[in-house]
């Protein structure tokens, strides 16, 4: 289990709380609700700040984190707990004011033409529509990324309110107010680079589309360097954008199906919304940014002699670079697929079955034959001597990954990638 993602969480929510210590101590401690609220808002400030870092993905944060589907979900994390403290500090003031009378509860809601205070509530509107559209609203990524954005540049006005309201020592006390400046200049620098110049901060190529074909449902879309090619290891994927060419200029992240050492960038992609649905009116010489590579699938492949890998639907395209990636091992690929119409690479893993005599490969339809047994399927192989990687839609890869193991694999052994990011 990587511990780094804790301990940073941790670290960055009790600095400002520990810096407020130093200059304060303890003996400043008054009425428990104050400063309660007070070390709260702090510490969701500090996460607040730090979670609009964390949108830079940044390749030395994201490998800190485990990879991007991990520093994703502390992304999330850390956003979630950011609101969560910032919701608790003014409603453990209204609990303040209306524990000494309603009337002053009453007084310190109503509208008022107190500049910081305003900026405090109107930032707390901010994060209030910001999370409520996340979770309760299917948006399209543009507009997604467009409210992320308006919720980083609020992160000023909570500043300016934690600064100037009434009542606040946060500007008396220096290690603070360094400490905040640092982050919210960090903060203020990944809004600017990514949000208003449109810029990222992670590794980047240019490319240009070198043949794109359709078949079905699947995409089948090459990319050729127009500068220096990426460098791509077996099972990484990375973020592509359109930018000279009639696709929106949005990023999306899809697994690199070509083999190691190949100039050209294959990609395997399942039409599921629209920016997939326009991909087949792409045409030759359209140009793309491409962002990466990112992912940690394949890192451990030349770690076991033997190995199962389960793939679900499209969740076969990173076996395919894994698979032209194989030396000695033995591999038994399990592929599961709801109909005809979700069988993708059917020539391709024949091509490797019959080039590579260690792999096997096992084709399941799931609509005629049900689930994968994978209890079945794993008792064919000694305990703690199999490393196994799962690739498939998120509900699959956990349930595969809970059967694994109730039958005594460990976990250590398990590797999964979920394609839930696009």
């Given at each position: 289990?990587?511990?780094?993602?804790?301990?940073?969480?941790?670290?960055?929510?009790?600095?400002?709380?520990?810096?407020?210590?130093?200059?304060?101590?303890?003996?400043?401690?008054?009425?428990?609700?104050?400063?309660?609220?007070?070390?709260?808002?702090?510490?969701?400030?500090?996460?607040?700040?730090?979670?609009?870092?964390?949108?830079?993905?940044?390749?030395?944060?994201?490998?800190?984190?485990?990879?991007?589907?991990?520093?994703?979900?502390?992304?999330?994390?850390?956003?979630?707990?950011?609101?969560?403290?910032?919701?608790?500090?003014?409603?453990?003031?209204?609990?303040?004011?209306?524990?000494?009378?309603?009337?002053?509860?009453?007084?310190?809601?109503?509208?008022?033409?107190?500049?910081?205070?305003?900026?405090?509530?109107?930032?707390?509107?901010?994060?209030?529509?910001?999370?409520?559209?996340?979770?309760?609203?299917?948006?399209?990524?543009?507009?997604?990324?467009?409210?992320?954005?308006?919720?980083?540049?609020?992160?000023?006005?909570?500043?300016?309110?934690?600064?100037?309201?009434?009542?606040?020592?946060?500007?008396?006390?220096?290690?603070?107010?360094?400490?905040?400046?640092?982050?919210?200049?960090?903060?203020?620098?990944?809004?600017?680079?990514?949000?208003?110049?449109?810029?990222?901060?992670?590794?980047?190529?240019?490319?240009?589309?070198?043949?794109?074909?359709?078949?079905?449902?699947?995409?089948?879309?090459?990319?050729?360097?127009?500068?220096?090619?990426?460098?791509?290891?077996?099972?990484?994927?990375?973020?592509?954008?359109?930018?000279?060419?009639?696709?929106?200029?949005?990023?999306?992240?899809?697994?690199?199906?070509?083999?190691?050492?190949?100039?050209?960038?294959?990609?395997?992609?399942?039409?599921?919304?629209?920016?997939?649905?326009?991909?087949?009116?792409?045409?030759?010489?359209?140009?793309?940014?491409?962002?990466?590579?990112?992912?940690?699938?394949?890192?451990?492949?030349?770690?076991?002699?033997?190995?199962?890998?389960?793939?679900?639907?499209?969740?076969?395209?990173?076996?395919?670079?894994?698979?032209?990636?194989?030396?000695?091992?033995?591999?038994?690929?399990?592929?599961?697929?709801?109909?005809?119409?979700?069988?993708?690479?059917?020539?391709?893993?024949?091509?490797?079955?019959?080039?590579?005599?260690?792999?096997?490969?096992?084709?399941?339809?799931?609509?005629?034959?049900?689930?994968?047994?994978?209890?079945?399927?794993?008792?064919?192989?000694?305990?703690?001597?199999?490393?196994?990687?799962?690739?498939g839609p998120p509900k699959m890869v956990t349930s595969i990954k809970?059967?694994?193991?109730?039958?005594?694999?460990?976990?250590?052994?398990?590797?999964?990638?979920?394609?839930?990011?696009?």
């Amino acid at each position: 289990m990587n511990k780094k993602p804790i301990l940073i969480t941790a670290a960055v929510a009790l600095s400002p709380v520990l810096l407020w210590f130093a200059s304060f101590g303890f003996d400043s401690l008054g009425q428990p609700l104050s400063y309660a609220s007070k070390l709260l808002a702090l510490a969701g400030f500090s996460l607040y700040g730090w979670n609009v870092i964390l949108s830079s993905r940044l390749p030395l944060l994201v490998k800190t984190y485990g990879g991007l589907l991990n520093f994703y979900k502390w992304h999330r994390i850390t956003g979630n707990l950011a609101f969560i403290f910032l919701i608790i500090h003014p409603t453990m003031v209204v609990a303040r004011y209306a524990n000494a009378s309603l009337v002053s509860a009453y007084e310190f809601l109503k509208p008022t033409i107190d500049l910081p205070k305003m900026a405090g509530t109107l930032t707390l509107f901010i994060l209030l529509s910001g999370v409520f559209l996340s979770l309760f609203w299917k948006l399209k990524h543009e507009i997604f990324i467009k409210v992320h954005m308006i919720m980083g540049l609020f992160l000023f006005l909570g500043a300016y309110h934690a600064l100037f309201m009434t009542g606040s020592d946060v500007k008396e006390s220096i290690p603070l107010v360094a400490y905040g400046t640092l982050l919210f200049l960090a903060a203020g620098l990944v809004v600017i680079y990514r949000s208003i110049f449109k810029l990222s901060l992670a590794p980047r190529g240019l490319y240009e589309v070198a043949s794109v074909r359709t078949n079905g449902d699947l995409v089948r879309l090459a990319l050729q360097p127009i500068s220096k090619p990426m460098q791509v290891s077996p099972g990484q994927f990375v973020f592509i954008k359109p930018i000279a060419s009639d696709l929106p200029r949005q990023s999306h992240p899809f697994t690199v199906a070509s083999a190691t050492g190949s100039h050209n960038l294959e990609f395997g992609i399942k039409i599921c919304g629209d920016f997939t649905a326009m991909l087949p009116a792409l045409r030759l010489g359209d140009k793309f940014m491409v962002e990466g590579p990112y992912g940690e699938f394949g890192q451990q492949i030349n770690n076991y002699r033997r190995q199962v890998w389960f793939a679900g639907g499209i969740g076969i395209t990173p076996f395919l670079s894994l698979a032209r990636a194989l030396k000695n091992q033995k591999v038994d690929l399990f592929y599961s697929y709801r109909s005809e119409n979700n069988l993708f690479f059917e020539n391709e893993l024949s091509e490797l079955a019959k080039s590579s005599p260690s792999l096997n490969i096992t084709l399941h339809n799931s609509e005629q034959n049900g689930h994968l047994d994978v209890e079945k399927i794993m008792s064919a192989y000694p305990e703690h001597e199999v490393g196994v990687w799962i690739c498939g839609p998120p509900k699959m890869v956990t349930s595969i990954k809970q059967k694994l193991k109730q039958k005594g694999i460990n976990g250590s052994d398990i590797f999964t990638e979920e394609f839930s990011l696009s």
